[in-house]
């Protein structure tokens, strides 16, 4: 039932143009985006570390670290980190690419999030295995409000 | 936003060979998500920094997409491991012809 209805004002919006006007994100994007991510592979959950704070007060800056366990070697390294926000008009956040060279998987860097949301982080392995971590947030004063 | 703009790079300027450097870079840049408004209800276009490349020697070592969910003024903090004594250049490119760089030099014993 939930999902008919679902289906029904999804389609209603995109047939009056709504959904490209609202700067609203879904967890199906998010998803879409992933999977596009993985092709036909899975993601197996462990290795990804996403460390963002739980509660949230201005989502226009927060301090998002992620870290993969991987020694980093030129057989065994991790070849690239895509952040994906589930609540965000645009489900990708960032995406970064790694070389052995980077010694370790461990990044930092400063995000917006315009909703209380799941965060996941998806781990390419050189052996073209993927890995997935996630955080879940509260976010008092969200992004892309401000005039 | 003009075509180019404040960067800056921490980094140590010397490192022992096999070490991991931290390298942190922020960049100036409104980072225009284009789903804000003015007031009159107009849709602001979207500005953002798109790709950051840094390359050590001329090798690329780490590469960034960036997308309109970063903050603004971009900070990234990653690492590399000191290998020879050279010259780390960091390039940033994005919309309307955004582009900028900027080079550290690194000694390794």
């Known amino acids: ?147 | 936003m003009s075509k180019t703009s404040r960067t800056l790079v921490t980094m140590p300027t010397s490192a022992k060979k096999g070490d991991m450097v931290e390298i942190r870079i922020i960049v100036q840049h409104d980072m225009e998500t284009g789903f804000r408004h003015t007031e009159t209800g107009q849709r602001v276009p979207r500005d953002i920094i798109r790709d950051f490349r840094c390359t050590y020697n001329g090798v690329e070592v780490f590469r960034a997409e960036l997308h309109p969910a970063m903050g603004a003024n971009p900070m990234i903090i990653f690492s590399t491991v000191a290998t020879e004594s050279g010259t780390l250049e960091f390039k940033w490119s994005g919309d309307n012809g955004y582009a900028s760089s900027i080079t550290s030099k690194l000694a390794v014993t």
């Open chain 1, 1 to 147: 039932m939930t999902m008919k209805r679902r289906t029904f004002v999804l389609s209603a919006g995109a047939a009056s143009g709504l959904t490209s006007l609202n700067a609203l994100g879904t967890v199906a994007d998010a998803t879409q985006v992933i999977d596009k991510i993985l092709g036909q592979q899975k993601a197996s959950v462990g290795r990804v570390t996403l460390a963002i704070p739980p509660l949230v007060e201005n989502g226009n800056l927060v301090t998002m670290k992620v870290s993969v366990v991987s020694p980093m070697t030129q057989t065994d390294h991790v070849q690239a980190i895509h952040i994906v926000a589930e609540g965000n008009p645009l489900p990708n956040v960032v995406s970064f690419y790694l070389s052995p060279r980077a010694g370790r998987a461990a990044i930092t860097t400063r995000i917006r999030l315009s909703d209380s949301q799941r965060v996941r982080a998806i781990a390419q392995m050189s052996d073209g295995s993927f890995w997935q971590g996630e955080a879940v947030m509260l976010v008092t004063l969200a992004s892309c409000t401000e005039v």
